[in-house]
């Protein structure tokens, strides 16, 4: 089993659609990451959470630290947001390295 | 710089030989972290350096894969007499410093295909 378990593994959504990626993992951590990488393209850091909610632009993420459970929202979804999104943790104690998980390749459709 | 640099974006050798590959972190960063990304996998961790120091080597697949930190700043990831099997995206991220409680930012990639 996977430390990191991302679901769906691909999405496709029609633009203005509300979507929502989920992440669960099983070991403790001090930090969880969602990033977003574009096909060819590098990796972009959309937020770093260890508790709460943040919100940035469209982009909302929440985590569940109880449950080990975090999901990133993208409201009113466009198609310049079709991308891999993948969730990382940092694993307390540890914390020098991120364990990802397989990502979830999102197309919005016009 | 203003962001992560890594050259060459893009490298393609003959099985066999050795590969070099380069990271600029942001300067002032004190973390630096080496991942690949193979073809239809997730991502998985090389190494990570600590100023000029590796405390954390255990994601390098085998002794042909080394890296080294130098002045704090340039790292660079030598994969000695590669195989297919090494094709594969790598990495490298910067923080500003260890511990997980920072942000990474990461770089574009080096493509590294062998043939």
């Known amino acids: 089993k996977n430390e990191v378990e991302q679901s769906p593994q691909n999405l496709t959504a029609q633009e203005g659609e509300f979507i929502t990626i989920n992440c669960s993992y099983s070991v403790g951590i001090s930090a969880l990451h969602w990033l977003q990488q574009h096909p060819g393209g590098g990796i972009v850091s959309l937020f770093m959470?260890?508790?709460g909610k943040k919100k940035h632009g469209r982009l909302i993420a929440t985590i569940n630290i109880q449950e080990k459970h975090s999901s990133l929202h993208i409201t009113a979804s466009h198609p310049r947001d079709s991308a891999v999104y993948i969730c990382a943790v940092g694993e307390a104690g540890t914390a020098s390295k991120l364990t990802f998980g397989t990502g979830t390749r999102l197309q919005v459709t016009l | 710089g203003a962001g992560v640099s890594q050259s060459p974006s893009n490298k393609v050798t003959e099985k066999g030989k050795d590969v070099e590959l380069r990271c600029d972190p942001i300067?002032?960063?004190?973390?630096l972290y080496w991942y690949r990304q193979s073809l239809g996998q997730g991502l998985e961790f090389l190494i990570y350096?600590?100023?000029?120091?590796?405390?954390?080597k255990s994601g390098l697949p085998s002794d042909r894969f080394s890296a080294e930190r130098t002045g704090g700043s340039v790292s660079t990831l030598t994969i000695q007499r590669t195989q297919q099997e090494d094709s594969a995206v790598y990495l490298c991220?910067?923080?500003?410093?260890?511990?997980?409680?920072?942000?990474?930012?990461f770089g574009s990639g080096t493509r590294l295909t062998v043939v």
């Open positions: 350096f600590q100023g000029n120091s590796a405390p954390d």
């Open positions: 991220a910067s923080s500003l410093a260890g511990q997980g409680i920072y942000g990474y930012t």
């Open positions: 959470l260890s508790s």
């Open positions: 300067s002032g960063h004190t973390a």
